[in-house]
């Protein structure tokens, strides 16, 4: 009982609990466990179920097809996370699918239980639903912000751009307004002529001594240091160009989940955009050798 009660006690949700209420509720879930990749819940399926992770990664994805053979990742979730609270709250059925990214262990919570507990303990209810308003509130404006940001993408990526070192210069002046705190943003291009990636592009707000700039990305983008994330942008098949974001403080875990699905969703986009610019330039460069040639 004492671990049950000390797991418990990360979590933000029963921060202020005195020992006596956390006792209590432990005694109204189960605990499980999931290998990795293991589906905890799929889209549309109906459930009355909190869920509390005590360990691990869980990511929440949407599918983009109806088969479910691709989806998209909409937050992922580490250790003292819930999910799983507007089927609890309004018995809706799962927007979306719940999966393992790693081995996760989780406390489960009926929605009789929890009802049960918050009317028999109401001091620690309103602290419960307190932060369950303040966590949906704050997924909600991450959600807001991302869905912004794709609208003035969208309208970036219609532009016609002269080359990708141009889109990204664009697209970094573009985004940087969306991230709160003191960022720093360098952009960088994949020149086929001399085989290297050069700068085209730098936002500076505070000295970092250029952290990850100027060598050749691996395959994957990622975390580079407590507040560094390397953003690749892969263009038939091979990084065509990357975004090194920098923070002038530590990144929280929870503030890492959240960039992260928000870079992904960037850098599919880009990568999608520096294809096209490259065909458009192939094919005019294609047009002017024919115009060239017919006219010798």
Excluded at 98 to 106: D, I
Excluded at 128 to 141: D, G, K, M, N, S
Excluded at 268 to 273: L, P, R, T, Y
Aim: aromatic share 10%; with cysteine.
């Amino acid at each position: 009982m004492e671990k049950e009660i000390e797991a418990l006690r990360k979590v933000p949700l029963f921060a202020d609990f005195p020992d006596p209420a956390l006792k209590k509720f432990s005694e109204t879930f189960k605990r499980s466990s999931y290998e990795a990749g293991g589906i905890i819940f799929k889209e549309g399926s109906e459930g009355d179920t909190l869920f509390i992770l005590v360990s691990g990664r869980v990511i929440i994805e949407k599918k983009l097809d109806r088969d479910g053979g691709s989806f998209k990742p909409l937050a992922v979730l580490s250790a003292g996370e819930f999910f799983g609270e507007m089927s609890v709250l309004e018995k809706q059925v799962r927007f979306a699918q719940a999966r393992a990214e790693e081995a996760s262990s989780l406390y489960e919570i009926g929605r009789e239980e929890f009802f049960a507990f918050i009317r028999n303990n109401p001091e620690n209810g309103i602290a419960i639903f307190t932060e369950i308003v303040r966590v949906i509130a704050r997924r909600l404006q991450h959600t807001s912000s991302e869905l912004t940001m794709l609208f003035d993408m969208s309208r970036l990526i219609m532009r016609e751009h002269r080359s990708a070192a141009d889109f990204i210069r664009l697209t970094v002046e573009e985004v940087s307004i969306y991230f709160d705190g003191a960022w720093n943003f360098r952009g960088y291009v994949y020149d086929p002529f001399n085989e290297e990636f050069e700068q085209v592009v730098s936002k500076e707000a505070f000295a970092d001594g250029g952290a990850g700039t100027g060598e050749a990305p691996g395959a994957d983008s990622g975390w580079i240091g407590a507040s560094s994330y390397r953003m690749v942008c892969r263009a038939h098949g091979k990084p065509a160009g990357y975004v090194v974001f920098s923070k002038a403080s530590a990144v929280s875990e929870q503030e890492r989940n959240s960039l992260t699905t928000i870079f992904d969703t960037v850098s599919c986009i880009m990568g999608s955009a520096i294809e096209n610019i490259e065909h458009r330039t192939e094919a005019a460069m294609l047009e002017k050798l024919k115009t060239q040639k017919s006219s010798i």
